[in-house]
């Protein structure tokens, strides 16, 4: 990978980032559960893994974005392995607690498809907000509310793009991709989440940039 010029521009924590979610995606293949529906759940990471290179030399973001985004691959590459709807997450709490998440909570279906909306608006306000300003001029501010409402349409056109590929998909297929799991309300509450993490991730942005400017305030005071 040294020989290519694109990959040495890059820093090296993202190059390690990158490498990470790559290895990630390759370890996802081993005994695949779903073996059907694995290239339509990683098809978007392994594209974003071959343009990120080329992205991020013609809009470079700090290390702390593109952390971001890559946390929130990863959180898919892993949902993908289960089809979301699958993801033995009690299993794991029972091997490690003796209890399950389930019981705890009283949920009655697989709500790993929930953490993953919720990663989302969390984790794609800061690159978001980062590109606006960099690259379009927008202040401190309206960067962080155009990418809450960034957060917002695009799941709401991910969702109408889901429901559009399912009607193209066979039975079955159709609702392991889709993942509703029963129920109707699910895309809208897939939203909600989306936008509940996108509103947490805006008030920690903005209160850590109030901290910030009090601190220098104090040091360098007017």
């Given at each position: 990978m040294e020989r290519f010029?694109?990959?040495?521009?890059?820093p090296p924590a993202q190059r390690a980032l990158l490498v990470i979610l790559g290895v990630a995606v390759v370890a996802a293949q081993v005994r695949q559960p779903f073996p059907d529906m694995a290239p339509i759940q990683h098809a978007p990471t392994v594209l974003l893994l071959v343009a990120a290179p080329?992205?991020?030399?013609?809009?470079?973001?700090?290390?702390?974005?593109?952390?971001?985004?890559?946390?929130?691959?990863?959180?898919?590459?892993?949902a993908g392995r289960y089809i979301y709807s699958y993801v033995p997450y009690d299993v794991w709490a029972k091997a490690l607690t003796g209890h399950t998440i389930s019981t705890l909570t009283g949920w009655r279906r697989n709500c790993f498809d929930r953490l993953v909306h919720f990663s989302f608006g969390l984790l794609a306000v800061r690159p978001i907000a980062?590109?606006?300003?960099?690259?379009?001029?927008?202040?401190?501010?309206?960067?962080?509310?155009?990418?809450?409402?960034?957060?917002?349409?695009?799941?709401?056109?991910?969702?109408?793009?889901?429901?559009?590929?399912?009607?193209?998909?066979?039975g079955a297929d159709a609702e392991a991709y889709n993942g509703q799991?029963?129920?109707?309300w699910d895309a809208q509450k897939d939203m909600a989440m989306a936008m509940a993490g996108a509103i947490v991730a805006a008030a920690i942005i903005a209160l850590g940039r109030r901290r910030v400017g009090r601190k220098a305030a104090a040091q360098y005071p007017v």
């Open positions: 010029p694109v990959w040495r521009a890059l080329w992205l991020l030399r013609r809009w470079p973001l700090s290390t702390r974005s593109v952390a971001c985004v890559i946390g929130f691959f990863l959180l898919h590459t892993l980062e590109l606006l300003q960099r690259y379009v001029g927008a202040g401190r501010r309206l960067s962080l509310y155009v990418a809450v409402e960034f957060v917002l349409a695009f799941s709401c056109v991910y969702e109408i793009f889901e429901w559009a590929l399912t009607l193209m998909m066979a799991q029963g129920d109707p």
